[in-house]
């Protein structure tokens, strides 16, 4: 893995990963598909994620952390679930297909064998596909420590890029959403540099929901790798609310994610680039979500 | 709860191409380095060591996955089939036939890598299109074929492997790990084309 000495621990259980997790607070790390881990350990010590580091905390062996579960219209997806396990789920690809369409996205083959989707979301890097597509369902992630659970919107887990907010001890151990009902179409629309392998260099997931007329009641509208929290745009949310969209709505809607993320990150330099193929991967997505495939 | 301390080494039993194994790990050893280094398993090469060229590809019970990342702990009671269980009772695998008919070898480095990624599809689905078979290796970089041979040497074999019906080859585990027992003609033919070991 790398020169520094690191220790490393098996926990059967939640709560004996908890007080492990506790003792060794910053010193510790949880550890499950590895894929980012691995990754990390072998770079210099970048963005601060292993310094200090002594323990990997591997949780991949406690049981009931993995699988996919619908009660009373609620999708629950355990932490453990790998991104090749969510986007062939059945459950998913019906009740949010937008999601199964980015776990599909995610890395290759291999990575989507070991990566779960606890990983994804707690490793809180700004390219993360599922994070996006959970955002656009408006999911809920439960975090579990010694004193019980609490459940938190998945946007209030982010402190910034590669950083969440758990404390030390707490455990990310499911996600869970609202089925997407009959009346709601999704998209996730990711732009690479190429087809596989590929961090996302944008993306955006978007849900819409009409009713019989065509009008749009709902619509959530989430791009990736672009703003500095992962974050619904709610102004372009709203030029789509209560119009039967037509072209130009939809380019509008476009346009408005673009020239928020601008506002919310500044012009940088790759601005230039980002704010043109954001509108574009954002047009494509919304309309997938109504059900036409554009380029 | 299993401990391992920083520095501490410990043991770890798991299966190799359908042997049980016993190897001593430390907590910072990754899979690879127990195949290559632990048991002498240098068939699986390490490209990149971070995930993204596929090179190091293996089966963990029965699923592709990169074996650079994953901890050597994390293997403990599985399963792992490398390229040297592919051949059996002294032939090649029909993926490794058609490898070298098709000329999908030009240095060879990726190739391990390549048949399992593979191997773990024509498990899954005997009768892959090319876009699958694309999709099945979309994780495994390939810098001398640009791939075509190496599509068309995965569809001869998954042609080969349905005419000699199921269980012809590449679905048991039944041999102890070690390197794979070849003809001598093929020996000659992998040793000619392929210099990367």
């Given at each position: 893995m790398s020169p520094r000495k690191l220790g490393y621990v098996v926990p059967e259980t939640l709560r004996e990963a908890s007080e492990f997790l506790r003792e060794h607070a910053e010193h510790a790390r949880v550890i499950a598909g590895g894929t980012d881990v691995l990754v990390q350990l072998r770079r210099?010590?970048?963005?601060?994620?292993?310094?200090?580091?002594?323990?990997?905390?591997?949780?991949?062996?406690?049981?009931?952390?993995?699988?996919?579960?619908?009660?009373?219209?609620?999708?629950?997806?355990?932490?453990?679930?790998?991104?090749?396990?969510?986007?062939?789920?059945?459950?998913?690809?019906?009740?949010?297909p937008l999601l199964a369409e980015a776990c599909a996205s995610v890395g290759s083959p291999q990575i989507r064998a070991r990566g779960t989707i606890g990983g994804n979301i707690m490793n809180a890097s700004p390219a993360a596909d599922t994070i996006p597509a959970l955002v656009a369902l408006s999911a809920r992630v439960r975090l579990s420590d010694l004193g019980g659970t609490r459940d938190i919107l998945i946007t209030d887990i982010?402190?910034?890029?590669?950083?969440?907010?758990?404390?030390?001890?707490?455990?990310?151990?499911?996600?869970?959403?609202?089925?997407?009902?009959?009346?709601?179409r999704s998209a996730f629309v990711k732009l690479g540099r190429r087809e596989a392998l590929a961090i996302a260099r944008l993306s955006c997931a978007v849900v819409i929901e009409r009713d019989g007329a065509g009008r749009v009641v709902r619509a959530a509208i989430a791009p990736g790798a672009c703003l500095p929290m992962p974050a619904r745009v709610s102004s372009a949310e709203e030029i789509l609310v209560g119009k039967v969209p037509d072209e130009a709505t939809i380019d509008a809607a476009a346009r408005e994610v673009a020239e928020e993320m601008v506002r919310r990150t500044g012009v940088r330099w790759s601005t230039d680039y980002k704010k043109p193929a954001l509108e574009a991967i954002a047009r494509r997505a919304i309309w997938r979500a109504l059900g036409v495939n554009v380029e | 709860m299993r401990e391992v301390g920083p520095g501490a080494r410990t043991t770890i039993s798991f299966k190799v191409n359908g042997g049980a194994v016993e190897v001593e790990v430390s907590a910072e050893d990754r899979l690879i380095d127990v195949l290559r280094e632990g048991l002498r398993l240098t068939g699986t090469k390490e490209g990149c060591g971070i995930g993204e060229c596929g090179a190091c590809t293996v089966l963990l019970d029965?699923?592709?996955?990169?074996?650079?990342?994953?901890?050597?702990?994390?293997?403990?009671?599985?399963?792992?089939?490398?390229?040297e269980g592919l051949a059996k009772d002294g032939r090649l695998h029909p993926l490794q036939e058609a490898f070298i008919e098709h000329t999908a070898v030009q240095c060879g480095f990726c190739t391990p890598g390549m048949l399992m990624a593979a191997a773990a599809l024509l498990r899954e689905n005997p009768d892959p299109t090319r876009e699958d078979i694309a999709r099945a290796i979309s994780g495994n970089l390939c810098r001398c074929t640009g791939y075509h041979q190496i599509m068309s040497a995965i569809e001869s074999a998954a042609r080969r492997m349905r005419a000699q019906g199921p269980g012809a080859s590449g679905a048991g585990t039944?041999?102890?790990?070690?390197?794979?027992?070849?003809?001598?003609a093929s020996r000659r033919e992998i040793h000619s084309r392929d210099s990367a070991d």
């Open positions: 210099r010590p970048e963005r601060g994620r292993t310094d200090g580091l002594r323990w990997l905390v591997d949780i991949s062996r406690i049981r009931g952390l993995a699988g996919v579960s619908s009660a009373s219209g609620t999708i629950r997806i355990g932490a453990l679930t790998t991104h090749e396990e969510i986007a062939r789920n059945p459950i998913i690809r019906k009740g949010a982010f402190e910034g890029p590669y950083r969440n907010l758990a404390q030390p001890g707490e455990i990310l151990v499911e996600v869970y959403f609202d089925v997407l009902p009959p009346t709601c | 029965g699923k592709p996955v990169n074996s650079c990342l994953v901890p050597a702990l994390q293997v403990e009671g599985r399963e792992v089939e490398t390229v039944s041999e102890p790990p070690g390197a794979p027992v070849v003809s001598e």
